[in-house]
T-cell receptor, first 110, second 113 residues
């Protein structure tokens, strides 16, 4: 059973068209939920950490939110340079590993 | 502030060979984790090293082994390579504490022929 599920698998937007990516998780004792951005052939780049339900963090056009069962990454007025795969990962209590979803591949067309 | 570095960037090996990948953590970090990422998949946890000991291991066979040195750098060794070991190998470093955000390096692309 997958602990982390991301949807949609792929998303194509026009420049300026806002949308949201979803990450649902099933872990006990969440220590943290992480969002990363990954460009093709490169390592994941850290974006946000969220620790408790109700928490929100923002960075430029990105805003991450967390509930007890899922997290959303909201992208406002995206630009072509926001095109990448966005990965969600959870850090479960009693474990040191990050468990990743398969990612959402975002394409923003000019 | 130096980030996580990995070497080599690319590697081609044949089945049955052995490979060693290297990682230097972000300045100030003391913990190194290794992940394997197959094409189109999220990274899968291999193991984590802290204080030169393996702290936790994922579901990978014993062919995968590692080491952490006193300067916190780390190596990942894979013996008896299989075609299925072809992947992007990622190293992540963190600092033990309440947050422990993992920062990733650029990865090593391994191709097994």
């Amino acid at each position: 059973e997958d602990q982390v599920t991301q949807s949609p698998e792929a998303l194509r937007l026009q420049e300026g068209e806002s949308s949201s990516l979803n990450c649902s998780y099933t872990v006990s004792g969440l220590r943290g939920l992480f969002w990363y951005r990954q460009d093709p052939g490169k390592g994941p780049e850290f974006l946000f950490t969220l620790y408790s339900a109700g928490e929100e963090k923002e960075k430029e056009r990105l805003k991450a939110t967390l509930t007890k069962k899922e997290s959303f990454l909201h992208i406002t007025a995206p630009k072509p340079e926001d095109s990448a795969t966005y990965l969600c990962a959870v850090h479960e209590g009693g474990s040191e590993k990050l468990v990743f979803g398969k990612g959402t591949k975002l394409t923003v067309n000019p | 502030d130096a980030g996580v570095t990995q070497s080599p960037t690319h590697l081609i090996k044949t089945r049955g060979q052995q490979v060693t990948l290297r990682c230097s953590p972000k300045s100030g970090h003391d913990t190194v984790s290794w992940y394997q990422q197959a094409l189109g998949q999220g990274p899968q946890f291999i193991f984590q090293y802290y204080e030169e000991e393996e702290r936790q291991r994922g579901n990978f066979p014993d062919r995968f082994s590692g080491h952490q040195f006193p300067n916190y750098s780390s190596e990942l060794n894979v013996n008896a390579l299989l075609l299925g070991d072809s992947a992007l190998y990622l190293c992540a470093s963190s600092l033990v504490g309440p947050e422990e955000t993992q920062y990733f390096g650029p990865g090593t692309r391994l191709l097994v022929l």
